[in-house]
């Protein structure tokens, strides 16, 4: 009796021993004190990170490549900035992990409504796990993590949140992370607009407030590149 209640909360079980593991050990492979490359933009992000940072102040170096280096949307900096990561980059390295590590609940999530089985969706996840790229961009300190984090978090509200007051502001405060967090999103949140606007099933009025979201995410994308 008490196997078979458990049985169909194995496979999210298993999910959750999968991503703590899955932490531990990318936390593991990307932790050093230094840099993993200078051919990528993770030195620009340390020093807007730097700049953002309550728990110490920037160099005078820093701080005058500040304005060199400030056009990259703010999120990513601000998180490393809150986390105390901006002036440890071993830390940074850590944090950067801890958001791919993040992707793999999502996966499992979005399968369960895309695959309808809950072991299919374990399965999706643990093969996203085993993906090399995935540790490869674990390596720098990138804003990658993070967007492909709330591109997953869009996903999983638009498939499953069905009351429209919270869908819509879930995704405006999603979409609204994901362009303050990489250009890129400009693409995908222009999509979802279009496609909210090509719902002919539904009235104008409801078309628009399906779009509202990405109204509001680039309205404050548009507020940041003008500041």
């Known amino acids: ?39 990528d933009d993770s030195v620009s992000y340390l020093v807007m990170a730097q700049v953002f940072s309550p728990w110490g102040a920037a160099s005078p170096a820093v701080a005058d490549a500040f304005a060199r280096e400030a056009f990259y949307p703010p999120l990513f900096p601000l998180m490393l900035a809150l986390a105390g990561a901006a002036h440890d980059v071993t830390r940074a390295h850590a944090a950067t992990a801890l958001l791919v590590a993040g992707w793999i609940p999502l996966v499992y999530l979005l399968g369960t409504r895309w695959l309808e089985d809950r072991r299919a969706a374990a399965a ?85 407030r399906t779009a509202l979201p990405a109204a509001i995410a680039i309205a404050a994308y548009g507020a940041w590149v003008l500041l």
Do not use: H
């Open 1 to 39: 009796m008490i196997r078979a209640a458990l049985r169909p909360a194995l496979p999210a079980l298993a999910v959750a021993l999968l991503t703590l593991g899955f932490a531990g050990l990318c936390i593991a492979f990307v932790w050093q004190p230094t840099l993993a490359t200078f051919a």
């Open 124 to 208: 999706a996840a643990f093969c996203v796990a085993l993906l090399p790229a995935l540790w490869v961009n674990a390596r720098g300190i990138l804003s990658e993590p993070l967007f492909g984090l709330l591109m997953l978090a869009v996903f999983c509200i638009v498939d499953t949140v069905k009351d429209e007051r919270n869908r819509i502001g879930w995704l405006a405060l999603l979409m609204t992370a994901m362009l303050l967090t990489r250009t890129a999103a400009l693409a995908m949140v222009a999509a979802y607009a279009l496609w909210a606007f090509a719902q002919r099933d539904q009235s104008l009025a409801s078309r628009a």
